[in-house]
């Protein structure tokens, strides 16, 4: 079975610059998480898709990130205009999404891109 | 925010010695899991409980999900030097349904 699969794995961009990454989770999985990953952190959240509708947005800086998974399979997402503080691994998580099935809920990772801002 | 603190934030250890590390909850959470990263990669899931009190093994990798649902631990025993990397606890709030991930302990060990 394929991994959750994300492109490119590595960008250096200067701040204010624009970027997206791309996504494509693992097969029949309905679910799909965007994190950012600061250095020496655990990952944070930034937003999950239910197929193509946002669950959880949250934690998402929406005055210059930006998201979507319009045929609810494969998913991107924008960085408009970049910071310095946006530098970080961005993550993305798949799952099943099963209620009630124990493991159903458990996130696959791929594995990540990398974004240096100068 | 819910936070989890996952101790130690670093180890050292010697090639065969056992390793215990665990994370620690103000909130009650439902499903833990523990994560292991190696750079330049993303996490990869190790162990997943579902239940108070479980214990599940993985090889030389095992877990638990504590009593009160505010902690686990995992323990390493006879480590290897490809035991080398990041190892990262994630809990599911039992309130907002969110995964939390605790900052890490970094695990190096001398062959």
């Known amino acids: 079975e394929a991994g959750v699969a994300q492109s490119p794995r590595y960008k250096i961009i200067e701040k204010r610059q624009s970027v997206a990454f791309w996504c494509n989770p693992i097969?029949?999985?309905?679910?799909l998480y965007w994190y950012q990953q600061i250095l020496g952190q655990g990952p944070k959240l930034l937003i999950q898709?239910?197929?193509?509708?946002?669950?959880?947005d949250s934690q998402l800086p929406k005055d210059r990130f930006s998201a979507e998974r319009l045929k609810g399979v494969d998913s991107t997402l924008k960085i408009q205009p970049a910071k310095l503080e946006d530098s970080a691994v961005y993550l993305c998580?798949?799952?099943?999404?099963?209620?009630?099935?124990?493991?159903?809920?458990?996130?696959?990772f791929g594995p990540g891109t990398r974004l240096l801002v100068l | 925010g819910q936070q989890l603190n996952q101790s130690p934030q670093s180890m050292f250890i010697q090639e065969g010695e056992d390793v215990s590390m665990n994370c620690t909850s103000s909130?009650?959470?439902?499903?833990w899991l523990w994560y292991k990263q190696d750079p330049g990669e993303g996490p990869v899931l190790l162990i997943a409980l579902y239940k108070a009190g479980e214990l599940t093994s993985n090889g030389r990798l095992t877990a638990q999900f504590g009593i009160t649902r505010k902690d686990s631990f995992l323990n390493i025993s006879a480590s290897i030097p490809s035991d080398v990397g990041i190892y990262f606890c994630?809990?599911?709030?039992?309130?907002?349904?969110?995964?939390?991930f605790g900052q890490g302990t970094t695990l190096q060990v001398k062959p």
């Open positions: 898709f239910q197929n193509n509708g946002v669950v959880d």
């Open positions: 909130s009650i959470f439902n499903t």
């Open positions: 097969s029949g999985h309905a679910t």
């Open positions: 994630a809990g599911r709030s039992s309130n907002t349904g969110k995964l939390i």
């Open positions: 998580a798949s799952s099943l999404n099963v209620p009630g099935l124990a493991g159903g809920e458990t996130q696959y």
